[in-house]
């Protein structure tokens, strides 16, 4: 087993990831995806959360070094950015990313863009700035380089590509002179295509973040049934991954933290950033404890062979890329 996360501090030197002064590194990403009204909470999670529930998480967050805050315009309904521009906390910072509409580029789409999410956000900025999909890659970053250097964008990311893609995003912006920041893709225990054909290795060959949605798929890695639609998507694929629940569940025991966590720190041995989504404050009462937490290599190498038995995936590593062949906005 490659640990990447030895490799990453091998090769760290103080100016890999902090590219502005209002930069921070950070090992875990708090998701705000399900951050939205009831009716979203609801289908999406089963339940819904109170706007007062996720202010206090969030402010347990940030007291707890977690600052940094991953959102999209479309997340929650549209909500997620507008709760974080009217909870108003000065030390979050913020990701963020433009969707292409359409394969077809329009002039001025990314600044136009970035400037609703500046008007939800109430800020000047945003810390991070992601291409959602590799959509016309070349124009979209270059708008994203000119709002850089205005110091509307505090780093740059490609999101949703393939090892090829962010060669070349890299390729673009190192002409800029301006550093590719980091790479956000699906992975987890059972997802683990973007490790098996080289992206995350080259992520740390070029000092790359890379960053990891849907760690838990969707409620998959928690050991137990997901609630709402998920319920009806997912209740068989639980059945066949009961074998790795099982030894998801004795490492767990050994360090006194849940299947979900397991999960999460898998992700954290390996190296890799997890966005992990958070809308109540036991949520960071675990990411605290698992910010302490690596896994030894023969736990890892368990945890990997018997995720490979059980042959179950739930979303591949690059479903949304049929939804840009489709021109679908995310």
């Given at each position: 087993?490659?640990?990447?996360?030895?490799?990453?501090?091998?090769?760290?030197?103080?100016?890999?990831?902090?590219?502005?002064?209002?930069?921070?590194?950070?090992?875990?990403?708090?998701?705000?995806?399900?951050?939205?009204?009831?009716?979203?909470?609801?289908?999406?999670?089963?339940?819904?959360?109170?706007?007062?529930?996720?202010?206090?998480?969030?402010?347990?967050?940030i007291?707890?070094?977690?600052?940094?805050?991953?959102?999209?315009?479309?997340?929650?309904?549209?909500?997620?950015?507008?709760?974080i521009?009217?909870?108003a906390?000065?030390e979050?910072?913020?990701?963020?990313?433009?969707?292409?509409?359409?394969?077809?580029?329009?002039?001025?789409?990314?600044?136009?863009?970035?400037?609703?999410?500046?008007?939800?956000?109430?800020r000047k900025?945003?810390?991070?700035?992601?291409?959602?999909?590799?959509?016309?890659?070349?124009?979209?970053?270059?708008?994203?380089?000119?709002?850089?250097?205005?110091?509307?964008?505090?780093?740059i990311?490609?999101?949703?590509?393939?090892?090829?893609?962010?060669?070349?995003?890299?390729?673009?912006?190192?002409r800029?002179?301006?550093?590719?920041?980091?790479?956000?893709?699906?992975?987890?225990?059972?997802?683990?295509?973007?490790?098996?054909?080289?992206?995350?290795?080259?992520?740390?060959?070029?000092?790359?973040?890379?960053?990891?949605?849907?760690?838990l798929?969707?409620?998959?890695?928690?050991?137990?049934?997901?609630?709402?639609?998920?319920?009806?998507?997912?209740?068989?694929?639980t059945k066949?991954?009961?074998?790795?629940?099982?030894?998801?569940?004795?490492?767990?025991?050994?360090?006194?933290?849940?299947?979900?966590?397991?999960?999460?720190?898998?992700?954290?041995?390996?190296?890799?950033?997890?966005?992990?989504?958070?809308?109540?404050?036991?949520?960071?009462?675990?990411l605290?404890?698992?910010?302490?937490?690596?896994?030894?290599?023969?736990?890892?190498?368990?945890?990997?062979?018997?995720?490979?038995?059980?042959?179950?995936?739930?979303?591949?590593?690059?479903?949304?890329?049929?939804?840009?062949?489709?021109?679908?906005?995310?």
């Amino acid at each position: 087993m490659t640990n990447f996360a030895s490799t990453i501090m091998k090769n760290k030197t103080k100016d890999n990831f902090f590219y502005k002064p209002n930069m921070t590194d950070t090992t875990i990403i708090i998701g705000t995806n399900s951050w939205g009204g009831s009716l979203y909470s609801k289908i999406l999670r089963g339940s819904s959360v109170s706007k007062e529930t996720i202010k206090q998480t969030a402010e347990l967050a940030i007291n707890n070094g977690f600052i940094m805050f991953d959102t999209a315009r479309n997340y929650g309904f549209g909500k997620s950015q507008k709760l974080i521009g009217e909870f108003a906390l000065p030390e979050m910072k913020i990701s963020t990313k433009f969707t292409p509409f359409s394969k077809k580029y329009k002039p001025g789409q990314v600044r136009k863009s970035l400037e609703k999410d500046l008007k939800d956000f109430n800020r000047k900025f945003v810390d991070i700035y992601w291409l959602h999909l590799p959509m016309s890659i070349e124009e979209n970053l270059m708008e994203m380089a000119i709002l850089y250097r205005e110091g509307k964008i505090g780093a740059i990311g490609i999101s949703n590509c393939n090892l090829e893609e962010a060669k070349l995003a890299k390729e673009i912006l190192d002409r800029e002179q301006i550093p590719l920041y980091g790479i956000q893709n699906h992975y987890s225990l059972i997802e683990r295509t973007w490790e098996q054909n080289g992206l995350v290795e080259w992520c740390v060959n070029n000092n790359i973040k890379f960053w990891a949605w849907a760690v838990l798929e969707e409620g998959m890695l928690t050991g137990s049934t997901p609630s709402g639609v998920m319920s009806l998507i997912y209740r068989r694929r639980t059945k066949k991954l009961q074998p790795l629940y099982k030894v998801m569940g004795d490492i767990g025991e050994r360090y006194g933290i849940s299947t979900a966590q397991v999960a999460i720190v898998y992700c954290l041995t390996k190296g890799i950033t997890p966005v992990c989504g958070c809308r109540k404050p036991y949520h960071i009462e675990q990411l605290i404890q698992d910010s302490a937490i690596r896994f030894t290599d023969d736990e890892i190498k368990i945890l990997e062979t018997t995720a490979q038995q059980c042959g179950v995936t739930v979303m591949k590593a690059d479903m949304f890329r049929f939804m840009s062949n489709l021109s679908i906005w995310l």
